[in-house]
């Protein structure tokens, strides 16, 4: 029990740095400026917070695995802290 609570934990944190990062994004440069595919994902998370990487891989155009989807979001976080550092 406990070691499922830790997990749920730590995908709620997951979940909310990936929408503080695409809100960032968003915000500064409008996801526009994203890659297609990093802005179909960052739109999935935003529409379904609760979803996981898995299931929004899934729920993608073209499905994607779970790792796929990992790899997308820190491209996404990247992005997100160039904006925060004022790098273009």
Do not use: T, W, Y
């Amino acid at each position: 029990v406990n070691m499922d609570r830790a997990n749920v934990g730590r995908s709620v944190e997951a979940a909310l740095k990936q929408l503080e990062d695409i809100r960032v994004i968003d915000e500064e440069k409008g996801l526009r400026s994203l890659p297609p595919a990093l802005r179909e994902l960052a739109r999935l998370r935003v529409e379904n917070p609760d979803m996981s990487m898995e299931e929004l891989g899934q729920a993608l155009s073209r499905p994607a695995s779970k790792s796929a989807v990992n790899h997308r979001f820190r491209r996404i976080a990247e992005i997100a802290q160039d904006v925060r550092s004022g790098r273009p």
